[in-house]
């Protein structure tokens, strides 16, 4: 850190005593007798507020953590130091706090070798959750060597990717912006098929699940699931997961948790009773979907980097050996993507979205595609955005994801939607445009790739320039955990 002992502890306190004061004052006011667009601009500002505040202590951590106050105090790390501080802290939230600070604002993490700036300013304005930056650091070190040879990913590359990661994750939660940097780092290795397929024979030799009856009588269900695994898992769970409404329309009170535990029953008594037969989906079967880039499939695509990489439904990588042993004994349905990263269309002249075009959708959407919403396919409609009757087609360009309550929702308020760059928008004339759709995070990454390769044209040919074929060296980093080792 720049500053001196002296100048941060009169700034610090002085600064600290104002955002404690504006605290106070903000306690005092009677929100009641706002309006609502008061109150709306007031929660997402305060949002932005939180985002700001975890940021700034961060930074000071990184300061703690410069001077050595941990060892100094006798405490050896600054998970301990910070537990001493703040006691009431869970301890896996302090283990999460410590890391992110030394990833973002560390001395040593990756100085020299990426300039992180980019990333550390949009957590410090908020811009950034915290989350979504430790992913985004993660994906930077893994880059660069160690873990990739020298040369392979340029520093223009290098910066255009820092700068996407955090433009998109200016619009994505946490979960999508871990799936956009593991498909982006997966993207720009061209051993990315080879290094897959050992990380998935290391996962598998780890798989677990237990389930163990307590003294209670209750059931604790835990475990390591692989990707594939989880995934068709998680794709029958949600068959039996959907809310429900009672029959005068009340809503289902129970939680996500409850719903889950709930089909995860029906789903066994239904696998004992009917040879594991699960219900249908809108008149289609519950199925893995695998998205495979269209050029993959092309004879003359050499060793183009990330030709290897498959997609399961929640945008994690699959290594080509692993789609093709699904596809030898499973219900897969592949999704072709063309150029542009949205599915190709296959459109119909009934009403009813056939089982193709659903996929390609759900494909594309991913998700109900009302802002704000995060409900899976299982639990949506597919809405015709051009109405059927006044000639819309039954294609996947024509169609959208739509929850139950949306759908409803959509139809009451006369909302429009349209296509707009791969993404469904839902606005009247006078609103802003919603939130952008993971589908649209993945076609930014595909398009840095694209520029990549332009300024990198031997990879293209050889998959990897000369002497740079060496296998990743062992920089910490597991693909079991998803975090860094120290």
Not at 57 to 76: H, I, Q, T, Y
Request: glycine share 8%.
């Amino acid at each position: 850190m720049a500053t001196t002992p002296a100048s941060v502890a009169d700034g610090l306190e002085a600064a600290v005593a104002g955002v404690v004061a504006a605290l106070d004052r903000l306690a005092a006011t009677a929100p009641a007798g706002e309006n609502d667009d008061v109150l709306a601009v007031a929660i997402a500002e305060l949002d932005r507020c939180g985002r700001r505040l975890e940021g700034q202590s961060l930074r000071l951590l990184a300061e703690v953590s410069d001077r050595d106050l941990p060892k100094r105090s006798g405490l050896g790390n600054l998970g301990a130091w910070l537990r001493q501080q703040v006691p009431t802290t869970d301890r896996r939230e302090v283990s999460r706090r410590a890391a992110q600070a030394q990833a973002l604002f560390g001395l040593d993490e990756l100085a020299g070798r990426v300039d992180l700036a980019p990333t550390r300013d949009a957590v410090l304005s908020g811009d950034l959750p915290t989350g979504s930056a430790l992913h985004i650091t993660q994906a930077m070190s893994r880059l660069v060597p160690p873990a990739t040879p020298a040369g392979l990913v340029d520093e223009a590359t290098l910066a255009e990717a820092q700068e996407v990661l955090t433009g998109q994750a200016a619009q994505h939660d946490p979960a999508v912006v871990r799936a956009m940097a593991e498909r982006l780092v997966a993207t720009l290795d061209p051993q990315a098929g080879e290094r897959l397929a050992r990380d998935e024979d290391r996962q598998a030799e780890v798989r677990t699940l237990t389930l163990v009856r307590e003294t209670s009588g209750m059931y604790l269900l835990k475990g390591q699931l692989t990707p594939v695994c989880g995934a068709a898992l998680a794709a029958a769970l949600d068959a039996w997961s959907a809310p429900r409404p009672a029959a005068d329309g009340t809503a289902d009170t129970r939680t996500a948790a409850m719903r889950r535990h709930d089909a995860a029953q029906q789903l066994a008594e239904k696998a004992m009773a009917a040879d594991g037969l699960l219900p249908t989906t809108h008149g289609t079967a519950r199925r893995l979907v695998i998205t495979v880039p269209a050029a993959t499939l092309a004879s003359a695509i050499g060793a183009h980097p990330g030709v290897d990489v498959a997609q399961l439904p929640d945008g994690w990588p699959l290594s080509r050996l692993t789609a093709q042993t699904l596809a030898c004994d499973a219900d897969i349905v592949p999704i072709l993507v063309g150029a542009d990263g949205g599915p190709l269309d296959v459109g119909n002249t009934v009403y009813l979205f056939p089982d193709r075009v659903r996929q390609a959708i759900i494909s594309r959407d991913r998700r109900c595609t009302f802002p704000g919403c995060g409900a899976p396919p299982a639990w949506c409609d597919v809405h015709h955005l051009e109405g059927f009757r006044v000639g819309g087609a039954t294609s996947a360009r024509n169609g959208a994801l739509l929850c139950g309550r949306h759908h409803r929702h959509v139809h009451a308020t006369g909302l429009v939607g349209r296509l707009v760059d791969g993404r469904v928008v839902w606005q009247r004339c006078d609103e802003p445009a919603p939130p952008a759709s993971a589908a649209t995070a993945d076609r930014a990454i595909d398009e840095l790739v694209r520029r990549w390769l332009e300024r990198n044209p031997g990879l293209r040919r050889q998959g990897a320039p000369p002497g740079q074929r060496a296998e990743r060296r062992n920089t910490g980093w597991s693909p079991l955990s998803g975090s860094l080792e120290k």
